[in-house]
């Protein structure tokens, strides 16, 4: 018999906080090492709803020198965006890659990203349990 896993939802505010620094807690969380009964081959983690993702910050010169790379599988299909250009672009995806970089590679990865909610702004309709 299944036990039901309860899964609450915690809140993080990326306003002033650094990128890894907060990856790392939130990858936790998702994973659920932060729970008593933890065990590597159960998904047991809760829900992270993360905000005001425009306002992160990153450490020494990482907004010039950190570059992230797409290759679209053409000869000279590759494609390069500075981590400034990508948070003006799209915010989200900047916490989402180093979330997803920071999670164990296996086949549980894919459910828990799923679990990462990511807001550009303050504004947000899910019932917090738990803020950071």
Do not use: W
């Amino acid at each position: 018999m299944k036990k039901a896993i309860q899964r609450k939802y915690h809140l993080f505010d990326a306003e002033g906080k650094i990128l890894g620094r907060l990856s790392t807690e939130i990858a936790q969380i998702l994973r659920g090492k932060c729970k008593v009964g933890f065990t590597l081959n159960i998904d047991g983690g809760d829900f992270v709803v993360v905000i005001n993702a425009d306002k992160v910050g990153v450490t020494g010169n990482k907004m010039e020198g950190k570059i992230y790379y797409r290759f679209s599988g053409y000869p000279g299909g590759i494609t390069a965006t500075k981590l400034k250009d990508q948070i003006k672009k799209d915010s989200r995806k900047v916490i989402q890659q180093a979330v997803y970089g920071m999670l164990s590679k296996n086949k549980i990865r894919n459910r828990m990203m799923t679990r990462l909610l990511i807001y550009k702004d303050a504004e947000h309709k899910h019932k917090i349990n738990v803020t950071h």
